[in-house]
């Protein structure tokens, strides 16, 4: 991903709004949340051997499953530091959109953030299969990859950019399942080939739709309801605990389970920072992100099942959760042979999604 002038005047803009030295030679935001939607100061360090203050970018609604996953992450970090590290959440991209965090996280401006491995695909990591639509076809089949040697790969590549992954389980899973909310019914490839389906600034996802004649466009996430609402885009793919709290379903009444990819939320940190806490502070981190994973794949289940409830009882919503989406994948075989054949996949995706 290319740093442009305006990627390089955002970040400006963002270090101006929220720099602030910190150790470890990176910064953090300056300002954080108070009551009545003003803002306060606060410093990184209040004072030598004090607390640390680091800032997690989310594009989510704090009140969205994932949000509250997000801040029982923060809660965890201040239980396990016993205090000396305190996380503030800034949701509903806040800090920018995906690939302005990114870009900043790397200069220090932002300390940490969470969401797909797609946008580090500019930075050398091999990220590409976080977005290539209908290419796995479980989650299972993911899982076995990602802990394996493509998953320290992944982390390698994650470090000599500066970054560092931090829930090292790579369970964390988004969704549990997506989900097209779209304006009309879809039921078949033609159906949404006549849609305009929002993507996110993805290349690899984009490219693959459109070899299936799909039109997509690049809107952000916090950005989608207006979009459906004024007929930008006709559909937008999304995990099934954002129907909801995105309100897609009021703008999107068509909701189709279309499992595009097996989404892993990635908890990713600046390296200097990480590397400037204390070895017990970091193993705190880890361990809160692990454990925020794991509350968060043990309530998922139900959480989506009383929305999905709520929903239909309020009218209105028609769930298809039974679609066959094995015909995108059908449709995308030849496709990612094609790429495979090019070297477009690393060997270890070849050989075992059977792609030579």
Same mark, same amino acid.
């Given at each position: 991903?290319?740093?442009?002038?305006?990627?390089?005047?955002?970040?400006?803009?963002?270090?101006?709004?929220?720099?602030?030295?910190?150790?470890?030679?990176?910064?953090?935001?300056?300002?954080?949340?108070?009551?009545?939607?003003?803002?306060?100061?606060?410093?990184?360090?209040a004072a030598s051997g004090d607390v640390v203050k680091l800032s997690l970018a989310t594009k989510v609604a704090a009140d969205s499953f994932e949000g509250k996953s997000f801040q029982d992450f923060a809660d965890l970090v201040k239980?396990?530091?016993?205090?000396?590290?305190? &996380?503030?959440?800034?949701?509903?991209?806040? *800090? %920018?959109?995906? =690939? !302005? @965090? /990114?870009?900043?996280?790397?200069?220090?401006?932002?300390?940490?953030?969470?969401?797909?491995?797609?946008?580090?695909?500019?930075?050398?990591?091999?990220?590409?299969?976080?977005?290539?639509?209908f290419l796995f076809d479980s989650w299972d089949k993911y899982e076995e990859i990602v802990k394996g040697d493509f998953g320290k790969l992944q982390e390698q590549q994650l470090e000599s950019a500066g970054f560092k992954l931090i829930?090292?389980?790579?369970?964390?899973?988004?969704?549990?399942?997506?989900?097209?909310?779209?304006?009309?019914?879809?039921?078949?490839?033609?159906?949404?080939?006549?849609?305009?389906?929002?993507?996110?600034?993805?290349? &690899?996802?984009?490219?693959?739709?459109?070899? *299936? %004649?799909?039109? =997509? !466009? @690049? /809107?952000?996430?916090?950005?989608?309801?207006?979009?459906?609402?004024?007929?930008?885009?006709?559909?937008?793919?999304?995990?099934?605990?954002?129907?909801?709290?995105?309100?897609?379903?009021?703008?999107?009444?068509?909701?189709?389970?279309?499992?595009?990819?097996?989404?892993?939320?990635?908890?990713?940190?600046?390296?200097?920072?990480?590397?400037?806490?204390?070895?017990?502070?970091?193993?705190?981190?880890?361990?809160?992100?692990?454990?925020?994973?794991?509350?968060?794949?043990?309530?998922?289940?139900?959480?989506?099942?009383?929305?999905?409830?709520?929903?239909?009882?309020?009218?209105?919503?028609?769930?298809?959760?039974?679609?066959?989406?094995?015909?995108?994948?059908?449709?995308?075989?030849?496709?990612?042979?094609?790429?495979?054949?090019?070297?477009?996949?690393?060997?270890?995706?070849?050989?075992?999604?059977?792609?030579?």
């Amino acid at each position: 991903m290319k740093k442009t002038l305006a990627m390089v005047l955002a970040a400006g803009m963002v270090a101006t709004m929220l720099g602030g030295c910190s150790s470890g030679g990176s910064s953090t935001p300056a300002t954080t949340a108070a009551a009545g939607g003003t803002t306060q100061a606060a410093s990184n360090t209040a004072a030598s051997g004090d607390v640390v203050k680091l800032s997690l970018a989310t594009k989510v609604a704090a009140d969205s499953f994932e949000g509250k996953s997000f801040q029982d992450f923060a809660d965890l970090v201040k239980e396990y530091t016993n205090g000396t590290v305190e &996380v503030t959440v800034y949701p509903s991209e806040q *800090l %920018g959109d995906s =690939t !302005t @965090v /990114v870009s900043n996280m790397q200069l220090g401006t932002v300390d940490m953030y969470c969401e797909g491995g797609i946008f580090y695909l500019g930075y050398g990591v091999d990220t590409g299969i976080c977005s290539y639509p209908f290419l796995f076809d479980s989650w299972d089949k993911y899982e076995e990859i990602v802990k394996g040697d493509f998953g320290k790969l992944q982390e390698q590549q994650l470090e000599s950019a500066g970054f560092k992954l931090i829930n090292t389980n790579r369970d964390w899973r988004r969704g549990p399942y997506y989900v097209t909310c779209s304006t009309k019914p879809i039921t078949s490839v033609a159906d949404l080939k006549a849609m305009r389906l929002r993507s996110a600034d993805s290349p &690899v996802f984009m490219e693959a739709m459109k070899s *299936l %004649g799909v039109t =997509t !466009t @690049v /809107v952000n996430y916090s950005e989608c309801y207006m979009a459906l609402q004024q007929g930008q885009v006709d559909a937008v793919n999304c995990p099934i605990s954002n129907v909801e709290s995105m309100a897609f379903y009021e703008v999107g009444p068509y909701v189709t389970r279309m499992d595009c990819y097996p989404a892993e939320l990635w908890m990713v940190m600046n390296l200097n920072k990480f590397n400037s806490l204390t070895a017990d502070q970091q193993d705190a981190l880890i361990r809160a992100a692990n454990d925020a994973a794991t509350h968060s794949n043990e309530t998922i289940d139900k959480e989506v099942d009383d929305m999905i409830a709520r929903l239909e009882a309020k009218g209105g919503v028609t769930f298809d959760l039974d679609f066959d989406d094995s015909i995108f994948a059908d449709a995308l075989k030849d496709y990612y042979k094609g790429l495979a054949a090019k070297g477009e996949f690393n060997e270890i995706i070849v050989k075992e999604l059977g792609l030579n």
